[in-house]
């Protein structure tokens, strides 16, 4: 009946699919204009169900509207799977390329892989494209051989990502990994190490050991044996369902299934019958559903040939032959890459795409627990869904897990931590001061004391074991740390007494050497090293680092040089920029107080007694005061000059102090004069031959230089001589054969403090820490990390400094600080009383402005009130005059006219002339009588010859008309023009008048004679035209010879004879 209805359901479906073909050829033949694209799609099936489906999957796709463009159809070419590969490939040959078809689509039966190589051969020949529903093995990852090649399925070693995402979600830290050694169990090794060292900073996941078995091993025993004396408990098995079963029978027999161990496993091993109770497993999700497969396989082979089709203008064939040579050229390749790149969003598997390998991508997992239900008596074990790994929103995977219904080895509820922790370490150090020092003993009660403990050291030549007793500083933090975790531990010296390289070994295979070598051996190594241990790149890939105990640099040890000479020593307190920048200061601070007291108005308000600074006065108190020496003379008077003054004696004081401080502490410290300055020095950069610099050949600074290229040339230098220990370099540095030792800071800092005879030099570089070194993967990782960290911070760290490193009672202790307590002071430490004087100038050139603009003030104001005031005299005189019955002076000399007939009210000679008048004439003082007398008759009398000058001058037919326009004090400076030609002569009556004159002009309150005549003839200037022409018979102007004569005479000249200079006047007029 059901072969009936099989049949029957066949039948139907091929009568629709021939209704459809014949309605398209009616529609073509009808439009005409249209033309119908056939691709033929081949399948390769494995059952006639499969078949059926795939028939009807074909037909749905072609009316769907989406998938299949309106002008192509498509159409199945089907074969069923059936013989060796041979035959599958033929069948291929003569069923499927002869029909033309476009791409294959293989659905065997699931783990069936043999059959569809063959199919991927055949077809990948001609790139044909090849998409399959079931095989999972890597091999077909590989594009080299399966060159068109996709799958709806992931590879076993997807797997690793999920079980990465598993860890991480059940935090475990460590794992061990069992796989086989074939294609799929090295690839998963390969992709879970990748993903699990590049997601180390987040999840600090790490393989702890991997063990690689050959498949179809009859006993595990020996591999399982080294996993169970591993710390770590987590185990991750990849293994074929054959294998595993081995591998769970030889676990039970080592009691490895109880509850200390983790079991993680993939889908294979999941199906052994002895898989333990507790184990945690995969399952990928639609793996047996081959009908959705088929139909995510079809839906995206004809959205790809859509795709081609509307992008392609030509389409070339597919081969109809396996008889032909050439393959399907462009087109195959084409298409292979559009259905890679297809994305089905609501696939029947869920989200189907691929990666560059054409292998599936966002697969989806049930995470399944091994738990044993009972039925009555009968116990069986049943797999129980706890979680599972699916899409979340856009490309994201997530883990989700129960973790309350998962069952733990043991049938305990509990999570297991994953490692185990030693209560007994084996712990490794090395001989160094003043970290470990180490005695050869007899007995080992001669180390009983409590900060010694016992470290047998072994030879590595004759294997001889002789008894040491170790104390220092890393085994008071041993004892520390054994005390905190309450560890016992086996204390033993590196055989080899070396901190350990990465080197070729005696067999040509490179691995690590001394400490670093016995961490890296697993169980048969060493579990801690506790020693002076650099923390650098190269050994931290090899084994793992506790924080830092103590921090450190690389510096150069050298050999003391001579003492600095006495002629230095009294230039070192300051730097030699800050000594320039002082000299330049100094005479900064003279030019400064001579420009203001040249600027400033003091002196001319003083009356001109004293003159201002000269430069050399300026530099003498600029020196002084820096100096310190007394001064008497030569200081700024005004007071911008003197407000800068205190300012730069407030400097003084402070360099000074600051100079004599200094130069005490060099004095007392006195530093040598050392070979080099540095790793800067050129002759590190650019080595000689007289000068052999090295370190320790392996060590961490050895590994620093050869890790830096700019330090190269130093390198290939100084391995030629380099050392085995840090001992045997520091003594040929005290013997002289080696002139600069390059190591760790704190051994050499603490050589130098107990030999005063060597000296680091230079700034620290290359800064670091050392650390405690642990196997990779050790539990013990973490806690001694923490331990450390509070040792810190409760200050027992700094404790252990002062016991062995900085000694209070170091011989050498003061050398060991003195350049940091003597440094030399330069502009940085001294650079606030530098903007001080700084400040000072601003205020001083501030001050000297404000006097200027004081002394403009003044003068304006005290020009006006003695204008008024001469005004009100003259006012005065007249009225007493005009009392008196006394002559009074012509209009003309209150109103001066010009040569040109201009006229101007209270010209400057007339103030002049009032001046002299004024001075000269007392006041009038009126008697009971209202008479006025004069209390100086002889300027009464000068009064009167003024007027009679101006009189006979109206007169005299020899002046011409023009010159009789002048005042009488014009004629006066005439006179004394005169009177210099007759002095010219040597006449001794002509001297004694001009200087009974200069006299007269001095009492009359006149301050310089130049005023008088350049500006005191009725308003004329040294430049009016008029006075520039008159010349007398030589050619001379007589202005320009009054002013030079004038010059010649000094103020001071006491008078020699008293004559009545003005009673000359009326003579020199009659004789014009």
Not at 59 to 87: H, K, W
Not at 438 to 457: G, H, K, N, S
Not at 860 to 886: I, L, P, Y
Not at 1055 to 1069: G, T
Request: proline share 4%; net charge negative.
């Amino acid at each position: 009946m059901s072969q009936h209805l099989h049949k029957k359901s066949v039948g139907c479906g091929v009568l629709a699919l021939m209704l459809m073909v014949l309605a398209a050829a009616a529609m073509t033949h009808t439009e005409g204009a249209v033309t119908s694209r056939r691709f033929n799609i081949g399948g390769v099936l494995h059952s006639n169900q499969t078949r059926d489906f795939f028939t009807k999957t074909l037909l749905r796709i072609n009316f769907d509207g989406e998938s299949v463009a309106e002008e192509t159809t498509l159409y199945e070419v089907m074969v069923t799977l059936r013989g060796s590969p041979i035959t599958t490939a033929l069948l291929v040959c003569d069923s499927l390329i002869t029909r033309g078809v476009y791409a294959v689509v293989v659905a065997g039966p699931p783990g069936e892989s043999v059959t569809t190589a063959a199919v991927s051969y055949t077809t990948g020949f001609f790139h044909i494209p090849v998409i399959c529903t079931s095989s999972r093995d890597s091999a077909f990852s590989d594009k080299n051989i399966h060159v068109s090649f996709l799958r709806t399925v992931p590879p076993y070693s997807h797997q690793a990502d999920v079980w990465l995402a598993l860890l991480k979600h059940l935090k475990y830290r460590q794992v061990i990994l069992i796989h086989s050694s074939d294609s799929d169990g090295r690839a998963l090794h390969t992709r879970f190490q990748n993903l699990a060292r590049g997601d180390e900073d987040s999840t600090g996941i790490k393989v702890a050991s991997v063990v690689e078995f050959r498949p179809g091993s009859e006993s595990f025993v020996k591999e399982l044996t080294t996993v169970r004396d591993q710390l770590v408990k987590v185990v991750l098995v990849y293994a074929s369902r054959e294998d595993a079963e081995t591998i769970f029978h030889d676990a039970d027999y080592l009691n490895m299934t109880d509850g200390d161990f983790v079991w993680i496993v993939t889908e294979q091993a999941l199906d052994s019958a002895l898989v333990p109770i507790g184990t945690l497993g995969l399952q990928l999700q639609y793996a047996h559903d081959v009908q959705a497969h088929v139909n995510d396989a079809l839906r995206v082979v004809a959205l790809a040939l859509r795709r081609l089709h509307e992008q392609e203008e030509f389409i070339q064939e597919p081969p109809i032959s396996c008889d032909e040579e050439d393959y399907w050229g462009d087109t195959g390749k084409t298409l292979f890459r559009m259905i890679r790149e297809q994305v089905l969003v609501d696939g029947k598997t869920g989200r189907v795409a691929f990666d560059e390998h054409g292998d599936r991508t966002h697969a989806e997992y049930s995470i399944v627990n091994v738990q044993e239900h009972k039925n009555g008596y009968q116990a069986f074990r049943r797999l129980e869904a706890v979680g599972d790994f699916h899409q979340e929103a856009g490309d994201a995977m997530s883990l989700s897990l129960n973790l309350s219904k998962i069952v733990w080895p043991g049938g305990s509820r509990a999570q297991p931590m994953g490692y185990s922790m030693p209560t007994h370490l084996r712990v490794m150090t090395i001989r160094e001061t003043p970290f470990v020092y180490a005695e050869p003993v007899t007995d080992t009660q001669m180390c009983l004391a409590e900060d010694e403990v016992l470290c047998p050291f072994t030879n590595v030549t004759t294997q001889e074991t002789k008894l040491m007793c170790c104390w220092g500083y890393c085994i008071d933090l041993l004892l520390e740390l054994s005390r905190i975790n309450n560890f016992s531990y086996t204390l033993e010296l590196s055989p080899d007494g070396q901190y350990g390289e990465y080197d070729y070994g005696h067999e040509g295979k490179k691995e690590w050497t001394g400490l670093i070598g016995e961490l890296t051996r697993g169980v048969e190594g060493v579990d801690l090293v506790l020693a002076p241990l650099t923390i650098n790149p190269e050994r931290s890939q090899a084994i793992d680092f506790s924080k830092p105990f103590k921090y450190h640099g690389i510096t150069i040890l050298i050999k003391r040089g001579p003492k600095g000479t006495a002629l230095v020593s009294i230039l070192q307190p300051f730097r030699d920029t800050l000594w320039l920048l002082l000299l330049a200061t100094v005479h900064v601070i003279a030019l400064l107080v001579w420009l203001l007291d040249r600027l400033s108005p003091m002196y001319k308000m003083v009356g001109g007694d004293t003159d201002s600074l000269s430069i050399s006065e300026s530099l003498w108190f600029s020196w002084a005061v820096i100096l310190n020496s007394g001064l008497t003379e030569g200081t700024p008077r005004c007071l911008s000059g003197r407000v800068l003054g205190i300012v730069w004696a407030g400097f003084a004081m402070i360099m000074v102090a600051s100079y004599t401080a200094n130069l005490a502490a060099f004095l007392v410290l006195e530093s040598p004069i050392n070979d080099i300055s540095g790793i800067n020095d050129a002759r590190l950069r650019n080595p000689v031959e007289n000068f052999t610099f090295a370190t320790v050949r392996g060590s961490a600074v050895d590994m620093f230089f050869r890790r830096k290229t700019e330090l190269a040339n130093m390198y290939r230098v100084m391995e030629t001589h380099n050392y085995v220990t840090a001992d045997q370099a520091i003594q040929a540095v005290r013997d002289g054969n080696l002139h600069a030792f390059i190591w760790e800071s704190s051994r050499l800092e603490y050589e130098a403090s107990q030999d005063c005879e060597l000296v680091t030099v230079g700034e620290l570089f290359g800064r670091s820490g050392f650390g405690i070194g642990l196997r990779k993967g050790s539990p013990w990782s973490e806690k001694v990390t923490i331990d450390i960290l509070e040792l810190h911070e409760r200050g027992f760290m700094e404790k252990l400094d002062r016991s062995w490193i900085w000694n209070d009672h170091s011989p050498c202790q003061e050398d060991l600080f003195g350049e940091d307590f003597s440094k030399r002071l330069g502009l940085k430490n001294l650079e606030g009383i530098f903007l001080m004087v700084a400040g000072g100038i601003f205020t001083g050139i501030i001050l000297v402005f404000i006097e200027i603009l004081y002394d403009r003030c003044k003068g304006s104001h005290e020009q006006a009130t003695s204008h008024d005031h001469r005004r009100g005299n003259d006012d005065d005189h007249h009225n007493a005059e005009n009392g008196a019955g006394t002559k009074r002076l012509s209009p003309s000399s209150n109103i001066v006219s010009d040569h040109r007939g201009n006229t101007s009210n209270n010209s400057k000679s007339n103030n002049v002339l009032q001046n002299t008048t004024d001075t000269h004439m007392s006041e009038s003082i009126s008697d009971e009588n209202g008479e006025t007398t004069s209390s100086n008759p002889h300027l009464s009398d000068n009064q009167e010859v003024f007027q009679e000058v101006e009189e006979r001058l109206k007169n005299s037919p020899n002046i011409p008309e023009e010159w009789k326009t002048r005042t009488p004090l014009e004629w006066f400076q005439f006179y004394l023009d005169t009177l210099k030609m007759d002095a010219a002569g040597e006449s001794s009556e002509a001297v004694a008048i001009l200087e009974d004159f200069v006299e007269f002009v001095k009492e009359s309150g006149i301050t310089d004679l130049k005023d008088l005549y350049s500006e005191g003839m009725s308003g004329k200037t040294a430049a009016d035209p008029e006075l520039d022409t008159r010349y007398d018979a030589e050619g001379t102007s007589f202005h320009e010879e009054r002013l030079r004569f004038l010059g010649t005479v000094p103020f001071g000249t006491p008078p020699k004879y008293i004559k009545a200079s003005f009673e000359q006047l009326p003579d020199v007029v009659d004789t014009m």
